[in-house]
């Protein structure tokens, strides 16, 4: 605490907020460096806070109580990686890591000195995001660490490499820039369900801090609740389930016509859609919005490409549908749904086709064959050095991921945010980063009945946005449409 923070404050106050830091200090056990800035952190929410505020109902507002003791107490949590992220550090390249992004966007611009002691707060709620990847003999693993993690103002372009390489290094981002909040998570942390229930936490401790009511359910959790074991738990020990012998390797997909850009994503878009429309288009067709959606996707990624064979959409599942659990980590698996080029001629013909496909292929039985398959393979690989696993696995994702498919479509569906949250929350947007070959990625989130379609792109080809623009107009379903500017270009 400095002179020239004191200073704004009477003789009265300067003692209370004296005694307040002493305290902050012992709450906190970092670096020199970290430590200063820790305290910073504090001394700009109060002088925001003090345009309107009483000191000593600042205190109480920012009380000590909600730090826990992660700042100061030596961490003694560790945790093998699931099954389903073994394989994400194992496949890293030079400048590449299967990242995505979660963004609300608020009514309001965002305070920084106001988020930032939010997500202080927050973190001591989510003890596998306070962790860093560590190096073991025969896998990876994810090491607690204690450390001042802090927001980052958005200018660099989404999904960009976050570099984990160093002992005490994070694997996310929190990131603001005027009305919009978003975090970036290394898929090894959890799945897009725990991604949006750490933001969803995170953003209602913003919303408290600026003294909005908020409420709590299974999405936003109360960030003073002590951790329910099951939120951490590994979901994939222990599924006994039942399957046919089978192999996840399957046949290469068609590619998109078109180089991959030199930067990645070279473009993002946003088409927010009607939801009351969407769902009497689906309701007309008696399919899901899913389906529905797939079904354009198809059509549109057929435009593209010019050879004959199959094209197939990867379709991420989230087990809790079919399992209850309420991990934060990840517990979601795929399957693929695919057409052949020829056969994609008129929407009610491939409705049908990918409704067949969608009900016996993102069933449960179904996923629990990929459920078999993943742990048979981490199971034989268990005892391969990890250096030697390396290439194995970036050959496994190449026919079981990229190669394979040749797109993604992963769905949020309808964010469950408490009432009083969605009151301050315009609309959200979810962006998958960069594989290793496909060109185009899609990805749905739904809020305040705003369906939000975004295509990452990672080719300058046009044909992808052009038809689902047209598709969607026909249909009468567009809000908006916005996005990045093309990243390529930019010099």
């Known amino acids: ?92 390249k030079e400048n590449w890591m299967s990242l995505y992004r979660l963004s609300y966007y608020l009514t309001e611009d965002v305070v920084p000195e106001i988020l930032q002691i939010a997500l202080l707060f927050t973190m001591k709620r989510f003890p596998t995001f306070a962790t860093s990847i560590r190096r073991g003999f025969f896998w990876n693993y994810i090491d607690g660490i204690k450390k001042r993690f802090s927001i980052i103002e958005d200018n660099v372009i989404p999904c960009s490499y976050i570099n984990i390489s160093k002992v005490g290094k994070q694997s996310f981002n929190v990131l603001y820039y ?68 089978g192999s996840l390797i399957d046949s290469k997909a068609l590619s998109l016509d078109g180089k991959l850009s030199n930067v990645s994503p070279c473009q993002i878009i946003h ?6 429309k969407l769902k009497d288009l689906a309701h007309k067709n008696k399919v899901t ?22 094209i197939k959409i990867q379709v991420p599942v989230n087990m809790r549908k079919f399992y209850k659990s309420k991990t934060v980590r990840n517990f979601s698996l795929y399957n693929n749904i695919s057409l052949k080029k020829s056969e994609i ?88 980063g960069t594989t290793i070959s496909n060109k185009v990625l899609f990805s749905l989130i739904t809020v305040n009945d705003i369906v939000t379609l975004t295509v990452s792109k990672f080719t300058n080809n046009t044909a992808v946005e052009n038809g689902l623009y047209n598709i969607f107009k026909e249909n009468d379903l567009i809000l908006r449409i916005h996005g990045s500017e093309n990243y390529e270009n930019r010099k």
């Open 289 to 310: 919005i899913n389906e529905l959606m797939l079904s354009f996707l198809f059509i549109v990624l057929s435009y593209s490409i010019s050879k004959e064979g199959y």
């Open 271 to 276: 088409f927010d859609l009607d939801l009351k």
């Open 345 to 432: 001629t008129s929407l009610e013909s491939v409705i049908k086709k990918v409704k067949n496909q969608s009900q016996e292929k993102l069933s449960k039985n179904k996923i629990n064959e990929v459920l078999v398959y993943s742990n048979k393979l981490v199971h034989s690989l268990r005892f391969v050095p990890l250096f030697i696993k390396r290439p194995i696995a970036n050959f496994i994702y190449g026919f079981i991921g990229d190669k394979a498919s040749t797109s993604v479509l992963s769905n949020l569906g309808v964010v469950p945010l408490p009432s009083e949250s969605l009151k301050n929350i315009k609309a959200a947007d979810f962006v998958l």
């Open 178 to 245: 005027k009305n919009r909040i978003s975090v970036e998570i290394f898929h090894t942390l959890a799945d897009a369900y725990g991604g949006i229930t750490f933001l969803s936490t995170l953003v209602t401790e913003y919303f408290k801090l600026l003294g909005k009511d908020v409420s709590y359910n299974d999405i936003a959790l109360d960030v003073n609740e002590e951790v329910n074991p099951e939120e951490i738990k590994d979901e994939f020990i222990d599924k006994k389930v039942e399957s046919r012998n």
């Open 1 to 92: 605490m400095n002179e020239k923070f004191l200073s704004n404050f009477t003789e009265d106050d300067r003692e209370e907020l004296s005694i307040y830091f002493d305290n902050l200090n012992k709450k906190i056990k970092l670096s020199k460096k970290e430590t200063k800035n820790f305290i910073e952190d504090f001394e700009k929410a109060i002088l925001y806070y003090s345009k309107s505020m009483k000191v000593e109902d600042i205190l109480e507002l920012l009380s000590l109580d909600n730090l826990g003791d992660i700042y100061f107490k030596k961490p003694t949590n560790w945790y093998p990686l699931d099954n389903s992220a073994k394989i994400y550090p194992l496949s890293m």
